[in-house]
């Protein structure tokens, strides 16, 4: 009989103030952003051992190379007073290595890191005086977020990042023009008539891994990616390409993505489409026209683009 067995803590909820603000960025046309100030950085993180040692733990209820959960989770807590960095990415690095080069019986391990979104949140001048500046007060933001993970074994004596993934998940994008869906295959189940232009309303999960491993942290380099520029490209090929489909539109964005950062080995979408169905249209003005959402089962659309044809 053979076994898979993992542990460990979810969804850790950590809150840093005052980080080393994030700069050096390397600009790109679709994006403003270069930098932030990491007044607070916000997070859920996961930790997952993986090994055989802790095998007896199943099957003898012996809890010897077991490292209870809970110290996970104030080993997580307290390593973010240590850590330097100013990425999210840098900081699921920095743990995992800490993680192992503490815990000997860890074989193993996967560390992933979910951002908690908050904005700076504005007041009017004068308003109250219990806040000095928009950079220390924040609003919790529920859309999109940055996502890092990253696989460590042990190797040679030291750690080994073995595998990653980045990534901006939950971007929810509309547009009333510029998208059409004609030309499609049918029969006598279809019912779905050609639309040449229609509003468009996706939910969109973007990844992305780097050909070297370094430049995830390659702050200094100029070879970080930012989840926030990954976001603002995607959104501008959002408005300005006119697609036949979403398959055509999520491979303008992973072209876009492979061209702007060369540090990048691999992008990969999924996204659903939520395109609302037209219900009336005025006969006064055409263009103008009522929407309601579809029925609630969702087209899933993914791409995966990769290096690998160039490479030869």
Not at 25 to 54: H, K, Q, W
Not at 278 to 287: H, I, N, V
Request: glycine share 8%.
């Amino acid at each position: 009989m053979s076994a898979e067995i993992s542990y460990g803590k979810a969804k850790i909820p950590l809150y840093r103030v005052y980080a080393r603000p994030l700069a050096n960025i390397t600009p790109i046309p679709e994006s403003s952003f270069t930098g932030r100030s990491n007044t607070l950085m916000a997070a859920e993180i996961d930790v997952e051992v993986f090994g055989n040692n802790f095998l007896p733990a199943y099957t003898a209820g012996d809890n010897r190379n077991v490292v209870a959960t809970d110290t996970m989770k104030n080993f997580v807590l307290r390593q973010a007073l240590a850590f330097d960095g100013s990425t999210l990415e840098g900081y699921v690095q920095f743990l995992g290595r800490e993680l192992l080069a503490t815990y000997d019986v860890m074989q193993a391990l996967r560390v992933s890191g979910r951002e908690l979104p908050f904005v700076p949140a504005h007041v009017p001048a004068g308003g109250g005086g219990s806040f000095a500046a928009s950079d220390v007060l924040y609003r919790r933001s529920h859309d999109d977020y940055a996502l890092a993970a990253l696989d460590f074994a042990r190797s040679n004596g030291g750690v080994e990042v073995t595998a990653h993934q980045c990534g901006r998940i939950g971007l929810q994008l509309l547009k009333v023009t510029g998208s059409s869906f004609t030309k499609f295959a049918r029969d006598t189940y279809t019912t779905l008539p050609e639309r040449a232009d229609r509003p468009l309303f996706i939910t969109l999960d973007v990844h992305w891994r780097y050909a070297d491993v370094a430049d995830l942290v390659g702050v200094e380099t100029g070879r970080y990616v930012p989840p926030e520029q990954v976001r603002d490209l995607v959104q501008t090929v959002f408005h300005e390409f006119v697609s036949e489909s979403i398959q055509h539109l999520v491979h303008e964005m992973g072209q876009r993505l492979l061209q702007r950062f060369p540090q990048l080995a691999e992008v990969s979408f999924a996204a659903q489409n939520h395109t609302p169905d037209p219900l009336a249209t005025s006969d006064a003005d055409p263009k103008v026209k009522v929407y309601s959402s579809p029925f609630p089962a969702f087209g899933l659309i993914k791409l995966k683009l990769d290096r690998s044809d160039e490479r030869g």
